[in-house]
């Protein structure tokens, strides 16, 4: 699965972005390092890059501006990677557009499942249906073969796991989805204490999908039960 993928491992210590590569590598993963965001940026438009592992605190453009401006233009995952545990950090990090997030100090072996899940989800596994039939909810349309998230005829810019997300519920419009089965279905892993993470998606998701946000048209609260797409 991961001989042909490319990720770009990003902090400011060469010994940290060695560590990764070594491990990556023996995956059969190809590393391309960078020492900050900007030369971050730069990486990005010289090679073809599959996953970003991305350190928060560096010189010249921090990770969260970094994941910002990576999401101007690309929707590839990110694995934000720092030494702050802080609920606040790790929410500040999924809001701007990071896919997952791992405190430092970090256990190598995880890092690389998490990467390897990323990567399966991001470039093999597609949609949850085998029909790549477009689904339209009153003007909100998914094209599952090109996954692309349309509102009126506007493609929307989506992240990998929000347009999961999307498809998640889109896929079963009318039916609640509880908040650990949102997670445990997207992220692929238990979903303890995911109240937080869940909900910065699904508040991002609004912002681009709905008109009016707080009073949205198609992704519902059911509340006490979880989220729904209106049908």
């Known amino acids: 699965m991961t001989k042909s993928f490319s990720v770009l491992v990003v902090d400011d210590e060469k010994e940290i972005r060695d560590a990764i590569e070594i491990y990556l590598k023996y995956e059969g993963i190809k590393v391309i390092q960078a020492g900050d965001g ?112 349309e509102v009126n005829g506007e493609a929307v810019k989506l992240t990998p796991i929000e347009y999961r997300i999307v498809e998640l519920l889109m896929n079963h419009p009318g039916r609640v989805f509880s908040i650990q089965d949102i997670y445990e279905r997207v992220w692929k892993e238990p979903g303890y204490n995911a109240e937080n993470t869940v909900a910065v998606h699904i508040r991002k998701i609004r912002e681009k999908i709905e008109i009016d946000p707080k009073n949205p048209r198609y992704l519902k609260v059911v509340w006490g039960i979880g989220y729904k797409m209106e049908k």
């Open 38 to 149: 900007i030369e971050a940026i730069e990486k990005l438009d010289e090679h073809p890059i599959h996953l970003i592992i991305l350190d928060v605190m560096m010189p010249r453009m921090d990770g969260i501006a970094t994941t910002f401006k990576i999401r101007e233009q690309k929707n590839i995952p990110i694995i934000i990677l720092s030494a702050k545990s802080e609920d606040t950090d790790k929410v500040l990090g999924l809001q701007v557009g990071a896919d997952d997030y791992v405190t430092k100090p970090f256990n190598p072996l995880e890092l690389i499942a998490r990467v390897k899940s990323q990567l399966r989800r991001y470039v093999t596994l597609g949609t949850y249906e085998d029909s790549n039939k477009i689904i339209d909810l009153n003007g909100l349309t998914l094209d599952p073969e090109a996954k692309v998230v």
